[in-house]
């Protein structure tokens, strides 16, 4: 299992905050473990919804290219990267 | 060029009309059809195409060779490989049409961009109106698709009724936008048929964040239409995007409220129609939800409200269908929307019934008792007490993800000492939901005292 960083730990939160997941310990969330499908199960609605969290806080908008919405959300370690790479 | 009582052509609209803006621009009616002909003469030689497209405009053109060649297209409720594997599983003579790859499956590609170069076609073909044309899923509580069938006769007459419908005075051309997957009955419906039918050009995008969503409609020119969703559309709203004019927004799979559409009407400067239907009978209704609460029923169907269960009829439908809806008829062909049936829940446009999610929560070893339940009429996901000694929540949830659809997993799941159950055994909505509601407020306000929980 590899440790979250600090800011993969802070945007763990936000996800479990946002999506209402009480049952899922932000700690618990694997870094390189797919948010979607078979690792937490979430599905589009909650991608929006961790969208509009994420440029809430952040100030960071999501993009994505036809179909890539996965490629965002593919990991807390893919996210995390795409709002610092985002955030000025 | 007048349909026979046997076929109907594939496309009412003038040839030199645009009916869709694909990757390299604006594309004509006649350019569309001799790229369909000629794509159903390569197609692999199989009774059945998944439609996996990702790329609308390719999806459309896939479909609409398909049909042409006769065969059948399927659609399966999302792209995950198992849900592709069941219905491959299931229609055994089948090839993937589209981008997505998968072990022991012929694939072929659209390719669109190598039938561009193809001479404008003069025919509009004709296809049989007992052709049976498309298979749309719906995944179910389980997520085991159960498969639907459309005759052509059933899409060319609901497209149709659909024109009469929705596109009622508008003579422009609208350019189309769709939120929403074409393989979803909804995006089929408006996003594939429609066009075939009335004045649309349909773009090839489907862009998912609210700022793309935004962008994309600005780069097609006016009049404008948006297929969406009250989920989608919302967070348009909420992500404060720069302001277009959307002559007509179109919404279905759940329910919006006139606020939402009154805040969208004024701020897209638009028309919110909403559409009541289901991937059985497909768009049978419509309301202007800002103004208007009753829903107008379509010409071509007709509601017969008995005891305890609507049925919709229509001549274009192969039989009739029950509606998993409450409704109350109210003046000529017009009703009101009570409900849906107790036991039916719809999570992020999929359907699934109650009482077999119920069936697999008490199925699980470590479970003696529990329920799953929606905790409001408004609520997004359902949630669940239950009575597990020694077990965590996050244990029942692991147990319930293998027989259960990711949309309709319980959150939260709260572990209770025992459900409030009547002396009879009966567990009544009300009690479910004030235990629920109890333990809710209990936790959030543990929340607020808890030391660890002050790092924001």
């Known amino acids: 299992m590899q440790p979250q960083s600090e800011f993969e730990h802070e945007v763990a939160e936000l996800i479990v905050e946002s999506l209402n997941l009480e049952d899922i310990n932000a700690t618990d969330i694997q870094p390189e473990e797919p948010l979607f499908d078979d690792g937490l199960g979430l599905d589009s609605i909650d991608a929006l919804e961790l969208a509009l969290a994420v440029t809430q806080k952040y100030a960071v908008q999501l993009r994505a290219?036809?179909?890539?919405?996965?490629?965002?959300?593919?990991?807390?370690?893919?996210?995390?990267?795409?709002?610092?790479?985002?955030t000025s | 060029?007048?349909?026979?009582?046997?076929?109907?052509?594939?496309?009412?609209?003038?040839?030199?009309?645009?009916?869709?803006?694909?990757?390299?621009?604006?594309?004509?009616?006649?350019?569309?059809?001799?790229?369909?002909?000629?794509?159903?003469?390569?197609?692999?030689?199989?009774?059945?195409?998944?439609?996996?497209?990702?790329?609308?405009?390719?999806?459309?053109?896939?479909?609409?060779?398909?049909?042409?060649?006769?065969?059948?297209?399927?659609?399966?409720?999302?792209?995950?490989?198992?849900?592709?594997?069941?219905?491959?599983?299931?229609?055994?003579?089948?090839?993937?049409?589209?981008?997505?790859?998968?072990?022991?499956?012929?694939?072929?590609?659209?390719?669109?961009?190598?039938?561009?170069?193809?001479?404008?076609?003069?025919?509009?073909?004709?296809?049989?109106?007992?052709?049976?044309?498309?298979?749309?899923?719906?995944?179910?509580?389980?997520?085991?698709?159960?498969?639907?069938?459309?005759?052509?006769?059933?899409?060319?007459?609901?497209?149709?009724?659909?024109?009469?419908?929705?596109?009622?005075?508008?003579?422009?051309?609208?350019?189309?936008?769709?939120?929403?997957p074409p393989q979803h009955m909804w995006g089929f419906e408006t996003s594939i048929l429609l066009p075939l039918y009335s004045k649309i050009a349909v773009s090839h995008v489907t862009p998912f964040f609210p700022q793309d969503i935004a962008e994309s409609l600005a780069s097609l020119s006016e009049p404008r239409a948006l297929v969406s969703s009250p989920a989608h559309v919302s967070a348009l709203l909420g992500a404060n995007v720069a302001k277009v004019k959307i002559h007509r927004i179109f919404s279905a799979t759940?329910?919006?409220?006139?606020e939402l559409a009154g805040q969208l009407e004024q701020y897209f400067d638009a028309r919110v129609v909403e559409i009541f239907g289901c991937t059985e009978a497909g768009t049978m209704a419509r309301r202007n939800t800002a103004s208007e609460s009753l829903w107008q029923l379509a010409d071509a169907f007709s509601l017969e409200v008995g005891e305890g269960r609507t049925l919709v009829r229509a001549s274009h439908l192969p039989e009739d269908v029950e509606l998993q809806d409450r409704v109350e008829l109210a003046g000529h062909k017009q009703f009101r929307w009570l409900g849906r049936s107790q036991?039916?829940?719809?999570?992020?446009?999929?359907?699934?019934?109650?009482?077999?999610?119920?069936?697999?929560?008490?199925?699980?070893?470590?479970?003696?008792?529990?329920?799953?339940?929606?905790?409001?009429?408004?609520?997004?996901?359902?949630?669940?007490?239950?009575?597990?000694?020694?077990?965590?929540?996050?244990?029942?949830?692991?147990?319930?993800?293998?027989?259960?659809?990711?949309?309709?997993?319980?959150?939260?799941?709260?572990?209770?000492?025992?459900?409030?159950?009547?002396?009879?055994?009966?567990?009544?909505?009300?009690?479910?939901?004030?235990?629920?509601e109890k333990i809710r407020r209990a936790r959030a306000q543990q929340d607020d005292e808890s030391p660890s929980n002050q790092t924001h």
């Open chain 2, 254 to 258: 759940a329910p919006m409220s006139a």
């Open chain 2, 1 to 180: 060029m007048p349909s026979s009582q046997r076929s109907h052509v594939i496309t009412s609209r003038g040839l030199d009309e645009i009916i869709a803006h694909g990757r390299d621009g604006e594309v004509s009616v006649a350019q569309f059809l001799a790229r369909a002909v000629a794509l159903a003469g390569k197609l692999p030689d199989h009774r059945y195409a998944i439609n996996l497209a990702a790329d609308r405009y390719d999806f459309f053109l896939g479909f609409c060779a398909a049909v042409i060649a006769g065969q059948c297209t399927l659609m399966p409720s999302n792209r995950q490989q198992q849900t592709v594997q069941q219905v491959a599983d299931d229609f055994a003579d089948c090839y993937l049409l589209g981008d997505v790859s998968m072990d022991g499956i012929e694939r072929f590609d659209v390719d669109s961009d190598s039938l561009a170069t193809i001479t404008p076609s003069v025919d509009i073909p004709e296809i049989p109106l007992h052709q049976l044309c498309a298979i749309v899923f719906t995944s179910g509580s389980t997520g085991r698709p159960t498969p639907n069938r459309k005759y052509w006769k059933t899409l060319v007459e609901g497209a149709l009724s659909n024109a009469a419908l929705l596109m009622q005075n508008q003579k422009a051309r609208l350019n189309l936008l769709a939120t929403v």
């Open chain 1, 65 to 86: 290219e036809d179909a890539n919405v996965k490629e965002v959300f593919s990991s807390l370690r893919s996210l995390s990267a795409y709002i610092a790479e985002n």
């Open chain 2, 343 to 436: 036991d039916m829940v719809n999570i992020a446009g999929k359907r699934g019934s109650l009482a077999d999610l119920n069936h697999r929560l008490m199925a699980l070893p470590d479970v003696i008792d529990g329920v799953i339940f929606l905790p409001d009429e408004d609520s997004k996901r359902l949630a669940a007490l239950v009575v597990a000694p020694g077990m965590q929540a996050s244990d029942i949830l692991e147990q319930l993800k293998p027989s259960i659809e990711p949309a309709f997993l319980p959150r939260p799941i709260y572990i209770v000492a025992m459900l409030p159950r009547q002396e009879t055994g009966k567990l009544t909505r009300e009690i479910i939901v004030e235990l629920f």
